[in-house]
């Protein structure tokens, strides 16, 4: 899991530009947006703060206050972080998936009646 698909993530939630998320803006809808963000990767990627600082361009204190703050909030943060879960692990499956039936399309192993096998590749 990247941080560069969280990030998608986020920006698609919110309908916001990644740009705008790791901005220092100050804008409500962005700030919330942002605050997701780094609780996600504090949380499922579990990055330290000073790293989440490091490549948000934003103070690991400032970093630390948001995850803590959209961690206090009500449920709505709640089932705001439950559905980008689900969207995660919805996209894992279907990129394991799909690199399974890869390696089937790629190549077939055929047992030989001798007891011995061979793989053949398409």
């Given at each position: 899991m990247t941080e560069?698909?969280?990030l998608m993530l986020v920006a698609k939630k919110y309908k916001l530009t990644k740009q705008e998320i790791l901005s220092k803006t100050r804008r409500a809808d962005v700030v919330r947006a942002r605050s997701l963000y780094w609780h996600l990767l504090r949380?499922?990627?579990?990055?330290?703060?000073?790293?989440?600082?490091?490549?948000t361009g934003h103070d690991?204190?400032?970093v630390s206050y948001?995850?803590?703050?959209?961690?206090?909030?009500?449920?709505?943060?709640?089932?705001?972080?439950?559905?980008?879960?689900?969207?995660?692990?919805?996209?894992?499956?279907e990129r394991l998936m799909a690199?399974?039936?890869k390696k089937k399309a790629?190549?077939?192993?055929?047992?030989?009646?001798d007891g011995t096998w061979e793989e053949?590749?398409?």
């Open positions: 560069d698909y969280l949380h499922v990627a579990d990055w330290s703060y000073p790293r989440i600082g490091r490549i690991h204190t400032t948001g995850v803590a703050k959209f961690d206090a909030e009500s449920p709505t943060s709640k089932q705001e972080y439950k559905k980008i879960h689900l969207d995660m692990v919805k996209y894992i499956h690199k399974r039936d790629a190549k077939t192993v055929i047992l030989k009646p053949k590749g398409e």
